[in-house]
């Protein structure tokens, strides 16, 4: 069941990534970002009474260092989906973000598995091809630029879900959802505080807002859905699947705005998917 639940926040992780960054593009990123934290929060809320426990100091302490995390991450993410290439922005997070979570555990004295050790290898051939960029729209004449727009925001933001994942994690079970709950008000203190110091323009079309309720609900639903799946499996395990979000970002970014993609970031692509799939050996 906690893999399932772990592939359903993959699923709206990535639906919420795409939504995102499309709002991004149409208005500050800033904005976004609280009305994305503000339409989360709600949903949360209404699961509390189902869906609650009790928090200790410790849960409390890693909800905010989650929240703190996440914070950086989605902004980033955000900001990189807006200026870079979807396709190539939210696999490059997906791997930097499962490695963390395997690094970790080796770094504790697990041995890893001969599969995993394949999957790393494999995901830095994915950032490679993912990191081959014409500057003038692929023209064969052009000087090619040291890294596609966005992807130096990707590999940051990669590493500070990683962080969110690992600390989410670190909760425990009685603390039911309220992690989710003060990690989201966390990440919106954090935006209110932004917004009052970086002062952004507060323009907000219906239709723009519209995407950033969608996506503020369903990456809450995801957040839920992977704190739940931690409680019954692996940690390794449930963050290599709910990384797997790339899938709907890639395939959304396709059929929607029409990405495309030379034959070497394709290639990435999927050196990527198939790195994050091959991490799961760790467990």
Not at 21 to 41: D, E, K, N, W
Not at 230 to 240: A, I, N
Request: net charge positive; glycine share 12%.
């Amino acid at each position: 069941m906690s893999y399932l639940l772990a592939l359903g926040s993959a699923v709206l992780y990535g639906a919420a990534d795409f939504l995102g960054g499309l709002a991004s593009r149409r208005t500050s990123t800033l904005v976004i970002l609280i009305v994305v934290q503000v339409a989360g929060l709600l949903p949360l809320v209404l699961l509390l009474p189902l869906l609650g426990g009790t928090l200790s100091g410790a849960d409390l302490r890693w909800s905010v260092a989650a929240g703190l995390a996440g914070s950086a991450g989605v902004g980033l993410l955000y900001r990189a989906l807006a200026i870079g290439t979807m396709s190539i922005v939210a696999p490059t997070t997906a791997v930097c973000a499962v490695l963390l979570p395997v690094a970790a555990d080796a770094a504790g004295g697990e041995r890893l598995a001969g599969v995993t050790w394949a999957g790393i290898a494999l995901a830095v051939a994915a950032i490679v091809l993912v990191s081959r960029h014409d500057a003038a729209g692929g023209s064969p004449d052009a000087a090619p630029s040291r890294f596609p727009p966005g992807l130096t925001h990707a590999f940051v933001s990669g590493v500070a879900i990683g962080l969110f994942f690992i600390s989410l994690a670190r909760t425990s079970p009685g603390a039911g959802i309220w992690p989710v709950v003060v990690s989201r008000g966390t990440s919106l203190l954090v935006f209110g505080v932004a917004i009052l110091v970086r002062r952004p323009a507060m323009r907000l079309r219906p239709a723009v807002g519209r995407i950033a309720v969608v996506c503020g609900v369903l990456d809450a639903l995801a957040n839920a859905l992977y704190l739940l799946a931690t409680r019954g499996g692996p940690l390794s395990v449930v963050v290599t699947l709910a990384s797997l979000y790339p899938a709907s970002t890639v395939v959304l970014a396709r059929v929607v705005i029409g990405e495309r993609l030379s034959r070497a970031q394709t290639a990435g692509v999927v050196c990527a998917m198939v790195a994050v799939v091959a991490i799961v050996g760790n467990s």
